[in-house]
């Protein structure tokens, strides 16, 4: 069974960086699409971002674009979110996802529901 163990949030001002990793376990992260969502208090979880095996195609949400870098190292079995400029709207917990099945050539966060393995969530809190 794939697990994951999300870490490297916290506490920091607008315009600061986080990176954010995702250790998995049970199984080989490889031949999984990997998708960050979150969510922040009295919202539905959004997707931010996602990578598929192989060719690593990302996609991410509009608006993440040019500040987030999604990224995995199947060699350590992690993945990764590197975020930069960060934001008071980014503030929420952040989690790591997997969808198993045939490779796609492209990923969607469109329903979070997809994906069926989950970690328990890293909080991150950007204060102005």
């Known amino acids: 069974q794939l697990q994951f163990v999300e870490s490297g949030g916290g506490l920091v001002r607008t315009g600061e960086s986080l990176r954010l990793s995702c250790a998995a376990s049970?199984?080989?992260?490889?031949?999984?699409?990997i998708g960050w969502f979150r969510q922040a208090p009295g919202k539905e979880r959004e997707g931010v971002a996602c990578?598929?095996?192989?060719?690593?195609?990302?996609t991410y949400a509009d608006s993440v674009k040019g500040r987030f870098t999604i990224s995995r190292d199947n060699a350590k079995n992690m993945a990764f979110l590197q975020m930069n400029s960060l934001k008071p709207e980014d503030t929420g917990v952040y989690y790591c996802?997997?969808?198993?099945?045939?490779?796609?050539?492209?990923?969607?966060?469109?329903?979070?529901?997809?994906?069926?393995?989950w970690g328990q969530g890293t909080q991150v809190t950007v204060f102005s």
């Open positions: 996802a997997a969808l198993g099945g045939p490779v796609p050539l492209t990923c969607t966060i469109d329903g979070y529901g997809r994906y069926g393995y």
């Open positions: 049970g199984a080989n992260l490889e031949h999984y699409t």
């Open positions: 990578i598929i095996p192989l060719l690593y195609t990302t």
